[in-house]
């Protein structure tokens, strides 16, 4: 299958002509480095913003209930709904220095599950918005989110080429859980600095990748994947060249990698000594698994084997073997590793955290999010054709992922 231009195909309805040009056309997206990803956020917005007015609004024309923090009844508070509450509070009350108990004692849902980085950038910004934090966050995560698609082009056409970066841009924004990135969740400002990171990582801007890593790892949970592609990095980098790496480089990545790996393992560490509870953030991140799995101690590795085993039984472990082996299968496709060491050994690394520690619900496509630059490759970005496949799936199943995890549900 070529790329070879299809005026049909290119002009057919359902995305504004200026994204249909950009995906269509390789020597405008050339000249676009800007522009090329800005206007698919864009556009991108527009679709996301109609869908989730158009279900606020027929939510209030029916009276359909709303979580206790919807009950503002603004625009605004509904962009603010579930996991942002958490954020309000911290962003107006800090993190208690004792954890929330039930009657026997076990700890409850609390704020010690979330980072500080994004409450605190929108407590900055609620001034400016008139003091509704629901409006300070939506904004820090819609600009955040401009800057994600920005260095996420970047960092595809880095190790890709311009009509791919664009492509995979635009898979990201229009993709079903693209209506997060204008959501007041840390979603957005996290892929801003983790892509970010990874663009300077490839660039082997090494002391940049180490401030960025570093605010990334109060941010959300997930850096350490960093530190390993930072390792990977190392290792490559001695074996191509074949000789003595500079001092200088070899320097800043071990700095930078034992840094960011610190950082991502320091919030349990400052939960401890908040608290008093050695245990404060691991139980508090169980505390989410009682409604799914029951009350559970921790072993790395089990939680999809435990999730599926408690739903499906013994169906449900062969099911979480066959993913897992579909994934090594992705990983190693040449299309995939021809976007190069970094890359690969960032997602690959961050999908194994996602195994070795998360309970696998509903909130797991949120949490693939950082697998992004996998867009470029082949399997999805490889011909005008594919690419445009892709991208109606995401169209067409992000009005069901708004509705079902936005509104009925928490994503």
């Known amino acids: 299958m070529t790329d070879v231009a299809e005026p049909s195909r290119a002009s057919r309805?359902?995305?504004?002509?200026?994204?249909?040009?950009?995906?269509?056309?390789?020597?405008?997206?050339?000249?676009?480095?800007?522009t090329a990803p800005l206007a698919?956020?864009?556009?991108?917005?527009?679709?996301?913003?109609?869908?989730?007015l158009t279900v606020w609004l027929l939510a209030r024309a029916n009276g359909w209930p709303f979580?206790?923090?919807?009950?503002?009844?603004?625009?605004?508070?509904?962009?603010?709904?579930w996991d942002a509450s958490f954020y309000r509070t911290i962003a107006e009350h800090g993190y208690p220095t004792a954890l929330p108990l039930d009657a026997d004692g076990h700890v409850l849902p609390n704020v010690w599950a979330f980072l500080p980085v994004f409450p605190a950038l929108a407590r900055v910004v609620q001034p400016v918005v008139g003091g509704s934090f629901w409006a300070a966050g939506v904004l820090v995560a819609t600009l955040a989110g401009a800057g994600a698609c920005v260095l996420l082009w970047r960092l595809v056409r880095a190790v890709s080429d311009d009509r791919r970066a664009t492509r995979a841009t635009a898979l990201f924004a229009f993709a079903p859980t693209g209506f997060l990135l204008q959501v007041a969740y840390a979603e957005s400002t996290f892929l801003l600095l983790l892509f970010g990171a990874l663009l300077a990582l490839v660039r082997r801007r090494y002391w940049l990748v180490l401030p960025l890593g570093l605010v990334a790892a109060f941010t959300k949970?997930?850096?350490?994947?960093?530190?390993?592609?930072?390792?990977v990095h190392l290792v490559v980098r001695i074996v191509q060249e074949r000789r003595a790496l500079p001092t200088r480089d070899a320097v800043a990545i071990?700095?930078?990698?034992?840094?960011?790996?610190?950082?991502?393992?320091?919030?349990?560490?400052?939960?401890?000594?908040?608290?008093?509870?050695?245990?404060?953030?691991?139980?508090t991140e169980l505390s989410w698994w009682v409604?799914?799995?029951?009350?559970?101690?921790?072993?790395?590795?089990t939680p999809w084997f435990t999730m599926a085993s408690t739903w499906l039984?013994?169906?449900?472990?062969?099911?979480?073997?066959?993913?897992?082996?579909?994934?090594?299968?992705?990983?190693?496709?040449?299309?995939?590793?021809?976007?190069?060491?970094?890359?690969?050994a960032f997602t690959a690394a961050y999908a194994l955290y996602l195994v070795a520690v998360f309970l696998?619900?509903?909130?797991?496509?949120?949490?693939?999010?950082?697998?992004?630059p996998l867009l470029g490759a082949d399997v999805f970005t490889g011909t005008r054709r594919r690419t445009m496949v892709w991208l109606a799936v995401g169209v067409c199943l992000q009005p069901v992922a708004i509705v079902l995890l936005w509104f009925l549900g928490y994503p």
Do not use: K
Request: glycine share 10%; hydrophobic share 55%.
């Open 13 to 34: 309805p359902g995305l504004p002509s200026r994204v249909r040009h950009l995906l269509t056309d390789g020597r405008a997206a050339r000249h676009t480095g800007w």
């Open 40 to 52: 698919v956020w864009l556009a991108s917005r527009a679709v996301s913003t109609v869908l989730l």
């Open 67 to 81: 979580a206790s923090y919807r009950r503002e009844g603004t625009f605004w508070s509904f962009l603010g709904s």
């Open 221 to 231: 949970p997930g850096v350490l994947a960093l530190a390993v592609a930072l390792a």
């Open 254 to 283: 071990v700095v930078a990698g034992l840094a960011i790996a610190a950082a991502g393992l320091a919030w349990p560490v400052v939960a401890s000594a908040v608290t008093g509870r050695p245990d404060a953030y691991l139980e």
């Open 291 to 301: 409604g799914f799995v029951g009350r559970q101690d921790f072993a790395p590795l």
């Open 313 to 344: 039984g013994a169906l449900g472990v062969v099911l979480v073997v066959v993913v897992l082996a579909g994934a090594v299968w992705l990983w190693t496709r040449r299309g995939v590793l021809a976007l190069g060491a970094d890359v690969v």
């Open 360 to 372: 696998p619900q509903q909130s797991l496509p949120r949490l693939l999010m950082p697998t992004a």
